[in-house]
């Protein structure tokens, strides 16, 4: 009796089976030769993921061709070049070039990975409806996108939210101040932590927020360490504590705190009610919004603050232009100082140059998909 191995048919099927793994492959992990060329790396196809595991952003800055000389600028410059992590390219940087303006590259679309923030099944549904606008203006997406670009236009409702912080910020310097003739010292960076997070977080939800709540802060800070792979055994406590914060957002629309909220959050919470979001879903929806507002704002304000302390000289000229929007009035004997935000918005440009931070010392990469190919110069 002939073996199975031996079968025609069985190794019809066998090799069949092989050479669709292989040509799955190739799709998946392969690389066009018209495109730029990989980033190197050790190991095939999980190279990179185990670079960016162990270095994260600075991985970009280990496989640029043109490393810093400052010790301060992480810029890359040269042609992009997209590393292969797990059958996705990500491009890196563009530099100045010609092929970098050319109106022909096509707008990249974001495409929202749901799977981030766990959503139902029926939340994923509603969220994936039109989600790139190719049938109109509806849906939660593109709701959602004017809801909070109608929020941040200049004008009184972004004012409102940046008088709130500065309001918050200058209650949280004050605490700062030490009993008379004795001396404090703080930890900047967890200083500015807490009292970025406590500010923003009451311009955005209002003071009746989960954020209020150390606890849930903390949970924060600690569910940003999250992975695809497997998170409920290898990010066991990032799961655990994404979850408490989610909860505790239930709790906060449950309580009617959204009504006293900005109008960012009141323009998202009315986006998702008008499209049947459940609640259990607002609330996993907004922990993402919390990342968009929080996560890159307490470094920026590190950086910004220990490169201006660096340079005495800005800082001092820094000083001279917000003095000059200022109005000084005497009440009840005492001197007092008003500054209006809309004219230091105007009138600073070095103070200003502060976003430069983000450029000198911030990397992140954005979640964009090309819709189509597209060709320069052949």
């Given at each position: 009796?002939?073996?199975?191995?031996?079968?025609?048919?069985?190794?019809?099927?066998?090799?069949?089976?092989?050479?669709?793994?292989?040509?799955?492959?190739?799709?998946?992990?392969?690389?066009?030769?018209?495109?730029?060329?990989?980033?190197?790396?050790?190991?095939?196809?999980?190279?990179?993921?185990?670079?960016?595991?162990?270095?994260?952003?600075?991985?970009?800055?280990?496989?640029?061709?043109?490393?810093?000389?400052?010790?301060?600028?992480?810029?890359?410059?040269?042609?992009?070049?997209?590393?292969?992590?797990?059958?996705?390219?990500?491009?890196?940087?563009?530099?100045?070039?010609?092929?970098?303006?050319?109106?022909?590259?096509?707008?990249?679309?974001?495409?929202?990975?749901?799977?981030?923030?766990w959503a139902s099944l029926e939340a994923q549904d509603i969220l994936a409806k039109n989600v790139n606008d190719d049938e109109g203006d509806?849906?939660?997406?593109?709701?959602?996108?004017?809801?909070?670009?109608?929020?941040?236009?200049?004008?009184?409702?972004?004012?409102?939210?940046?008088?709130?912080?500065?309001?918050?910020?200058?209650?949280?310097?004050?605490?700062?101040?030490?009993?008379?003739?004795?001396?404090?010292?703080?930890?900047?960076?967890?200083?500015?932590?807490?009292?970025?997070?406590?500010?923003?977080?009451?311009?955005?939800?209002?003071?009746?927020?989960?954020?209020?709540?150390?606890?849930?802060?903390?949970?924060?800070?600690?569910?940003?360490?999250?992975?695809?792979?497997?998170?409920?055994?290898?990010?066991?406590?990032?799961?655990?504590?994404?979850?408490?914060?989610?909860?505790?957002?239930?709790?906060?629309?449950?309580?009617?705190?959204?009504?006293?909220?900005?109008?960012?959050?009141?323009?998202?919470?009315?986006?998702?009610?008008?499209?049947?979001?459940?609640?259990?879903?607002?609330?996993?929806?907004?922990?993402?919004?919390?990342?968009?507002?929080?996560?890159?704002?307490?470094?920026?304000?590190?950086w910004t603050l220990l490169l201006l302390n660096s340079h005495p000289g800005l800082r001092d000229d820094i000083r001279k232009e917000v003095?000059?929007?200022?109005?000084?009035?005497?009440?009840?004997?005492?001197?007092?100082?008003?500054?209006?935000?809309?004219?230091?918005?105007?009138?600073?440009?070095?103070?200003?140059?502060?976003?430069?931070?983000?450029?000198?010392?911030?990397?992140?990469?954005?979640?964009?998909?090309?819709?189509?190919?597209?060709?320069?110069?052949?």
């Amino acid at each position: 009796m002939p073996s199975v191995a031996s079968d025609p048919a069985f190794l019809l099927v066998f090799t069949g089976i092989i050479t669709l793994t292989y040509l799955a492959a190739r799709k998946m992990f392969g690389h066009d030769p018209r495109e730029p060329p990989l980033a190197p790396q050790s190991l095939p196809n999980v190279g990179q993921m185990v670079g960016l595991s162990r270095s994260k952003f600075n991985y970009y800055v280990d496989l640029s061709p043109i490393q810093p000389e400052d010790g301060l600028s992480y810029l890359h410059h040269g042609p992009p070049r997209p590393e292969d992590v797990r059958g996705n390219e990500t491009g890196a940087h563009l530099d100045g070039s010609e092929a970098a303006q050319d109106p022909r590259i096509p707008a990249y679309r974001g495409q929202v990975r749901v799977q981030g923030l766990w959503a139902s099944l029926e939340a994923q549904d509603i969220l994936a409806k039109n989600v790139n606008d190719d049938e109109g203006d509806f849906g939660l997406s593109m709701e959602s996108y004017t809801a909070m670009r109608d929020a941040l236009k200049p004008g009184p409702q972004l004012d409102d939210m940046n008088r709130v912080m500065i309001n918050e910020i200058a209650m949280s310097l004050d605490l700062l101040q030490p009993a008379k003739g004795e001396s404090r010292r703080v930890g900047m960076y967890a200083w500015l932590r807490d009292a970025i997070t406590r500010a923003t977080t009451r311009s955005v939800y209002s003071p009746v927020n989960p954020y209020e709540d150390k606890a849930i802060a903390d949970a924060f800070c600690l569910m940003s360490i999250l992975v695809r792979f497997l998170p409920s055994l290898t990010a066991r406590k990032p799961v655990a504590a994404r979850s408490k914060v989610a909860k505790a957002f239930e709790a906060y629309y449950r309580a009617g705190g959204v009504e006293k909220a900005s109008a960012l959050a009141q323009n998202r919470y009315q986006a998702e009610i008008h499209n049947n979001v459940p609640l259990e879903d607002i609330a996993r929806y907004e922990v993402g919004g919390s990342i968009a507002i929080l996560v890159n704002t307490a470094p920026s304000a590190f950086w910004t603050l220990l490169l201006l302390n660096s340079h005495p000289g800005l800082r001092d000229d820094i000083r001279k232009e917000v003095d000059a929007c200022t109005t000084t009035a005497i009440e009840n004997g005492s001197t007092v100082k008003a500054l209006d935000i809309t004219t230091l918005k105007e009138s600073c440009p070095l103070l200003l140059s502060y976003q430069e931070v983000l450029r000198h010392r911030s990397m992140g990469t954005s979640v964009r998909e090309v819709m189509e190919d597209t060709y320069l110069d052949r």
